[in-house]
């Protein structure tokens, strides 16, 4: 017959467990690697974090209760923005040209990007507005939405040279989503925007001018069809009473409902902004682009 079961304390004695033992110099081996966090493996696949942020109330006639998950998301249902510069105090005392940069709003003032400029102080100092850079845009999450890419193209005024200017869209972590290319046209101003296959979407026009270079700050640029024929849109450069400051207004087209596309506009306003309005703060009200 066992012997009856007895309620026993079992103590262990640590001395006697055994340990993995390391000579002097060498180092722990790790069977399996530590697992990575969801952030460490969203930027290693250069994803973004998705965090839902409300759009509602942007526009009057918007009903819709949007949650973008990604940058270009916030463009769905814009079909006007305003662009403006911000100038801080030190950049009007500064006597070397400083890189820019922007907010991006509906008309409501609800912030939907902020643009960042990085460019080299060289081209700041000896080329002015024709200055290669790269533009980021930041959406209310902080993370980067767009980015534009202008190469340096000096000489542009007439629109006759062969080096003319060009913009490129790309969309964070490396998708080229299309350009913007400066016609040839020594009247006016003349752009086409292309989409990744380099297929014309848009035309955008600038007013009748001598040679195309001598343009008043207030502007209006008419955003076309791919075959120029109808109207869609406009880009217009104008004085505002309360900012106390010129701004770029956008309407973009009514059914357009392409994200990219919208991006693509965004970044034909950026490229006029610096080919034709950003030196207007420090010169007369008509002005060379040369």
């Known amino acids: 017959m066992s012997a009856p079961f007895t309620n026993q304390t079992t103590i262990f004695n640590i001395a006697e467990i055994s340990m993995p033992v390391f000579s002097e110099g ?3 081996v790790i069977s399996e690697p530590p697992s990575l966090t969801r952030e460490q493996e ?3 696949l250069g994803t ?4 839902p942020v409300s759009t509602i109330d942007w526009q009057s006639s918007m009903t819709s209760h949007l949650s973008p998950l990604h940058g270009l ?8 923005l305003i662009i403006q510069q911000t100038v801080e105090l030190t950049d009007l005392m500064s006597t070397l040209e400083s890189e820019n940069r922007y907010t991006v709003k509906v008309p409501r003032g609800e912030t939907i990007f902020y643009a960042t400029e990085s460019s080299k102080s060289f081209q700041r100092t000896c080329f002015g507005s024709s200055r290669a850079f790269t533009m980021r845009l930041y959406d209310p999450t902080q993370q980067e939405a767009i980015q534009f890419k202008r190469r340096l193209a000096c000489g ?5 040279f062969p080096y003319l200017q060009e913009l490129e869209v790309w969309v964070p972590p490396g998708e080229f989503i299309g350009k913007v290319v400066q016609n040839i046209n020594a009247t006016k101003p003349s752009f086409s925007v292309y989409n990744k296959r380099y297929d014309v979407i848009y035309k955008v026009d600038g007013p009748d001018s001598a040679f195309g270079c001598l343009l008043n700050k207030n502007l209006n640029f008419q955003i076309f ?3 120029g024929s109808t109207q869609i849109g406009s880009i217009i450069h104008q004085w505002d009473q309360v900012q106390v400051a010129y701004n770029l207004y956008m309407q973009l087209p009514g059914s357009e409902n392409n994200s990219r596309h919208k991006a693509l506009l965004l970044g034909a306003a950026f490229l006029l902004e610096y080919m034709y309005f950003e030196s207007a703060k420090r010169k007369s009200s008509f002005r060379c682009i040369c």
């Open 156 to 160: 542009s005024c007439c629109s006759i």
């Open 42 to 44: 969203r930027l290693n």
């Open 73 to 80: 998301d916030f463009l769905l249902e814009v079909n006007q």
């Open 48 to 51: 973004r974090r998705p965090i």
């Open 225 to 227: 069809s791919n075959d």
């Open 26 to 28: 060498s180092s722990p």
